[in-house]
């Protein structure tokens, strides 16, 4: 819900054409144009052999070496899908460029050679973007190279072979890697391709979902990389794959495409959750992926509708800058949104979203017109009971929200417990970020949809999270809230209800007598102006200039409570002015039950009025009635504390 501006990038792309897509106005040559400008522009930053893509900004944890060959290899992963997609065509100057820099990287007495696979070592993610990107251009560059720049290739992503990778999605890029090498006929380990893909098993929750690793790991890597890498992988094997295994990979990836296509509000951003959240339209990977193997429940038009939208909302944003590159953050630079891991050419891995390069042009998806996405069209709620989500989204907005109430980023106990802005906050959306602070100032102390004690060394952390349930439009959970000198006893029981654009928060709080509890709402912000506050009572609002409205509610528990709206600068990946508003109240001593509505909207008949209509009111047996502003009544029990 960013209003649009002017963008460099949308001046070299053709005129949107709005009889095929009447949604976007995109069509198979913006996305050929996307690209075009895309690889053009990293040209410049090109080592003389090629080999490597030096790119500015911050240098990641691997070293200027290793981010050098990730601007080669995310790159060329881009380069691939445009070669491929138009059969070669596409000119001999891109494909040159790219086998001369191949070969200068393997070759171990080229000056830009590329720095070797070793255990868990950032070049094999990379290996795999490689490994990808010469099996789709297997007639054009694999096959035209030299008998010896084959052999350094294969003995260079022969380092996959034997060697220890991390127990997360890297288990995939050894699938792919050695795949590829199965296919060239060089040495390669079955049983750890296998091992791989048994891995990934283990990680499925079930509804399409994986997580990241042990643990509840959910985020977009479930889309960009546990769905897409094992439908990858079977174009690379072919006949080689166990089409058992196939066949549940596609069963998993429709199942998973099914609610992903509601993870995009009706301008195309998709909901900021997660980690390398600066791979931004990379969301839309997984929906072409589901087109080429035959796995997708999504219509045509509404596959390109969804995947156009995720472009065309960073294009009409400045998204790649005024040199055509793709900076560390969402819109501008925001390093918060980044990992230290993350170098110049880490966002690169938004090359992923031209996977529908591949699909020839008279394919439906390209041809068919494009057809509303669900958020178009009506309010919807869903429920997603492995990751502990509920998304609910508006039609009048095209806002959708994810309430939170499981996914923690956290290894199994008894790993220490942390707290990140982009997985522990109660809620997230496709038209605000997470209040991120700058470096040197705690994680996790952040107020936006948060519930925080407040200690006299500071906010207390939401940390790991206990789901309890995910259930119709609610969901629960608990957790232990971690001051900065650790946990002192506390607990908070939190169910959540969802109706619309609101959502109740029921909130029981066990700490002790006089310490101030703080609620926090959602966090608007932009770059024009600092966002307009109102208090009064128990109740605070924040108000950007073009409407989106950010508003707290004391239902229940807040008669001694203070309103105010937090106000920062730079925090925050939607604009450099950002504003939360907040209510802080005393607990008593034992337990305190609070309930309050949380409310995030464009809607202008909503915006109008945050104050009035909703209650949260005690009935038999512990019970509470809820009452949303349009009148909309749900009962709830809120749920006991931990044993």
């Given at each position: 819900?960013?209003?649009?501006?002017?963008?460099?990038?949308?001046?070299?792309?053709?005129?949107?054409?709005?009889?095929?897509?009447?949604?976007?106005?995109?069509?198979?040559a913006h996305w050929e144009a996307a690209a075009d400008r895309l690889l053009a522009a990293l040209q410049p930053y090109a080592t003389p052999g090629l080999a490597q893509y030096r790119l500015p900004g911050r240098t990641g944890h691997s070293g200027a070496w290793s981010d050098g060959l990730?601007?080669?290899?995310?790159?060329?992963?881009?380069?691939?899908?445009?070669?491929?997609?138009?059969?070669?065509?596409?000119?001999?100057?891109?494909?040159?460029?790219?086998?001369?820099?191949?070969?200068?990287?393997?070759?171990?007495?080229?000056?830009?050679?590329?720095?070797?696979?070793?255990?868990?070592?950032?070049?094999?993610?990379?290996?795999?973007?490689?490994?990808?990107?010469?099996?789709?251009?297997?007639?054009?560059?694999?096959?035209?190279?030299?008998?010896?720049?084959?052999?350094?290739?294969?003995?260079?992503?022969?380092?996959?072979?034997?060697?220890?990778?991390?127990?997360?999605?890297?288990?995939?890029?050894?699938?792919?890697?050695?795949?590829?090498?199965?296919?060239?006929?060089?040495?390669?380990?079955?049983?750890?391709?296998?091992?791989?893909?048994?891995?990934?098993?283990?990680?499925?929750?079930?509804?399409?979902?994986?997580?990241?690793?042990?643990?509840?790991?959910?985020?977009?890597?479930?889309?960009?990389?546990?769905?897409?890498?094992?439908?990858?992988?079977?174009?690379?094997?072919?006949?080689?794959?166990?089409?058992?295994?196939?066949?549940?990979?596609?069963?998993?990836?429709?199942?998973?495409?099914?609610?992903?296509?509601?993870?995009?509000?009706?301008?195309?951003?998709?909901?900021?959750?997660?980690?390398?959240?600066?791979?931004?339209?990379?969301?839309?990977?997984?929906?072409?992926?589901?087109?080429?193997?035959?796995?997708?429940?999504?219509?045509?038009?509404?596959?390109?509708?969804?995947?156009?939208?995720?472009?065309?909302?960073?294009?009409?944003?400045?998204?790649?800058?005024?040199?055509?590159?793709?900076?560390?953050?969402?819109?501008?630079?925001?390093?918060?949104?980044?990992?230290?891991?993350?170098?110049?050419?880490?966002?690169?891995?938004?090359?992923?979203?031209?996977?529908?390069?591949?699909?020839?042009?008279?394919?439906?998806?390209?041809?068919?017109?494009?057809?509303?996405?669900?958020?178009?069209?009506?309010?919807?709620?869903?429920?997603?009971?492995?990751?502990?989500?509920?998304?609910?989204?508006?039609?009048?907005?095209?806002?959708?929200?994810?309430?939170?109430?499981?996914?923690?980023?956290?290894?199994?106990?008894?790993?220490?417990?942390?707290?990140?802005?982009?997985?522990?906050?109660?809620?997230?959306?496709?038209?605000?970020?997470?209040?991120?602070?700058?470096?040197?100032?705690?994680?996790?102390?952040?107020?936006?949809?948060?519930?925080?004690?407040?200690?006299?060394?500071?906010?207390?952390?939401?940390?790991?999270?206990?789901?309890?349930?995910?259930?119709?439009?609610?969901?629960?959970?608990?957790?232990?809230?971690?001051?900065?000198?650790?946990?002192?006893?506390?607990?908070?029981?939190?169910?959540?209800?969802?109706?619309?654009?609101?959502?109740?928060?029921?909130?029981?709080?066990?700490?002790?007598?006089?310490?101030?509890?703080?609620?926090?709402?959602?966090?608007?912000?932009?770059?024009?102006?600092?966002?307009?506050?109102?208090?009064?009572?128990?109740?605070?609002?924040?108000?950007?200039?073009?409407?989106?409205?950010?508003?707290?509610?004391?239902?229940?528990?807040?008669?001694?409570?203070?309103?105010?709206?937090?106000?920062?600068?730079?925090?925050?990946?939607?604009?450099?002015?950002?504003?939360?508003?907040?209510?802080?109240?005393?607990?008593?001593?034992?337990?305190?039950?609070?309930?309050?509505?949380?409310?995030?909207?464009?809607?202008?008949?909503?915006?109008?009025?945050?104050?009035?209509?909703?209650?949260?009111?005690?009935?038999?047996?512990?019970?509470?009635?809820?009452?949303?502003?349009?009148?909309?009544?749900?009962?709830?029990?809120?749920?006991?504390?931990?044993?």
């Amino acid at each position: 819900m960013t209003a649009p501006h002017p963008s460099a990038a949308a001046g070299q792309l053709p005129p949107p054409d709005h009889d095929l897509s009447p949604r976007t106005g995109y069509t198979r040559a913006h996305w050929e144009a996307a690209a075009d400008r895309l690889l053009a522009a990293l040209q410049p930053y090109a080592t003389p052999g090629l080999a490597q893509y030096r790119l500015p900004g911050r240098t990641g944890h691997s070293g200027a070496w290793s981010d050098g060959l990730e601007g080669y290899a995310r790159s060329f992963l881009l380069a691939a899908f445009r070669i491929a997609g138009s059969a070669g065509t596409v000119g001999p100057a891109l494909i040159e460029r790219y086998a001369a820099g191949l070969a200068a990287g393997v070759d171990p007495r080229h000056p830009e050679h590329w720095p070797p696979l070793t255990d868990r070592s950032q070049p094999m993610v990379e290996a795999a973007s490689l490994a990808l990107a010469l099996h789709e251009t297997r007639s054009w560059i694999w096959e035209q190279l030299s008998d010896r720049t084959r052999e350094l290739t294969v003995d260079w992503l022969g380092g996959f072979v034997g060697a220890t990778v991390n127990d997360s999605n890297w288990r995939l890029f050894q699938v792919v890697v050695e795949e590829f090498l199965a296919s060239v006929g060089a040495p390669h380990e079955r049983a750890e391709i296998d091992a791989g893909l048994d891995r990934l098993d283990d990680w499925y929750r079930g509804g399409g979902w994986y997580t990241d690793g042990d643990g509840r790991k959910f985020d977009y890597y479930n889309a960009w990389a546990l769905h897409l890498y094992p439908a990858l992988w079977a174009r690379v094997a072919g006949p080689r794959a166990d089409p058992a295994r196939v066949a549940v990979h596609r069963a998993r990836l429709r199942e998973f495409l099914c609610v992903h296509q509601y993870f995009f509000g009706s301008d195309g951003a998709p909901v900021h959750q997660g980690r390398s959240l600066t791979y931004r339209y990379a969301t839309a990977a997984p929906l072409w992926a589901g087109v080429l193997a035959d796995a997708t429940p999504l219509s045509p038009g509404r596959t390109r509708r969804l995947a156009s939208g995720a472009l065309k909302h960073f294009t009409d944003r400045q998204v790649p800058d005024e040199q055509g590159l793709l900076s560390l953050g969402w819109y501008r630079t925001h390093l918060p949104v980044t990992q230290p891991y993350s170098g110049p050419a880490s966002p690169y891995w938004a090359s992923k979203a031209f996977l529908g390069l591949l699909l020839p042009a008279d394919h439906p998806v390209w041809t068919a017109s494009e057809e509303a996405s669900p958020v178009d069209t009506a309010d919807r709620h869903l429920t997603l009971p492995a990751p502990g989500w509920l998304l609910h989204s508006t039609a009048a907005d095209g806002i959708v929200r994810l309430v939170n109430h499981g996914s923690d980023r956290l290894p199994p106990p008894p790993a220490p417990s942390d707290d990140s802005p982009h997985y522990t906050a109660f809620a997230y959306s496709s038209a605000t970020a997470p209040e991120t602070p700058p470096p040197g100032e705690p994680p996790g102390t952040a107020p936006d949809n948060r519930i925080a004690l407040l200690t006299p060394t500071g906010p207390s952390r939401r940390g790991r999270i206990h789901p309890l349930y995910t259930d119709g439009r609610r969901a629960a959970s608990w957790h232990t809230p971690l001051g900065p000198d650790g946990d002192d006893g506390a607990r908070i029981t939190t169910v959540s209800v969802v109706h619309g654009p609101w959502e109740i928060r029921v909130h029981r709080v066990e700490s002790p007598a006089g310490t101030p509890v703080r609620e926090g709402g959602w966090a608007v912000a932009g770059d024009d102006a600092p966002p307009t506050a109102r208090t009064g009572g128990a109740w605070a609002q924040a108000r950007r200039a073009d409407g989106l409205t950010s508003a707290l509610v004391g239902l229940l528990g807040w008669d001694d409570a203070t309103a105010e709206v937090a106000r920062a600068r730079g925090h925050n990946a939607y604009g450099d002015h950002s504003a939360v508003p907040l209510l802080t109240t005393p607990h008593p001593g034992g337990t305190l039950l609070v309930a309050t509505l949380v409310i995030l909207t464009a809607d202008p008949l909503i915006a109008a009025d945050t104050r009035t209509g909703a209650r949260a009111v005690p009935v038999t047996d512990g019970r509470l009635e809820l009452r949303f502003p349009d009148g909309t009544t749900e009962t709830v029990t809120p749920p006991p504390g931990p044993a």
